[in-house]
């Protein structure tokens, strides 16, 4: 069982900045892969970034890349996000996952889920 705890979520201006973190119990953190997705009003929950397990693999989507970077602690069992010139729509729920798959990119590949921190870009 992995338990996994997002933070640093927040209400921030257009431009500006935030680094979410998730933490994650037990001592198998290295065995997975973790990804972060976010879910707004009325959309479905997509992936905009993972990392593998040993951290050389990275995904971004489009909508993010160059923008959020994606880095993990194994020592620390956390998994960060670091969101760069944001936009308001960028405004969702962000959720870190925990997959046995190499690089988790899709919803049904994850096998644990935090609950969540908001984030909110106001223009």
């Known amino acids: 069982q992995v338990q996994l705890v997002e933070s640093g979520g927040g209400l921030v201006q257009a431009g500006g900045s935030l680094r979410l973190s998730c933490a994650a119990s037990g001592r198998t953190f290295s065995s997975y892969s973790m990804g972060w997705f976010r879910q707004a009003p009325g959309k479905e929950r997509e992936c905009i970034a993972s990392i593998s397990r040993s951290g050389i693999s990275t995904y971004y989507a489009d909508s993010v890349k160059g923008r959020f970077t994606i880095s993990r602690d194994n020592a620390k069992n956390t998994v960060y996000l670091q969101m760069n010139s944001l936009k308001p729509e960028d405004t969702a729920v962000y959720y870190c996952?925990?997959?046995?798959?190499?690089?988790?990119?899709?919803?049904?590949?994850?096998?644990?889920w935090g609950k969540g921190t908001l984030v909110t870009v106001s223009s």
């Open positions: 996952a925990a997959a046995a798959q190499r690089l988790i990119t899709k919803v049904a590949a994850g096998d644990y």
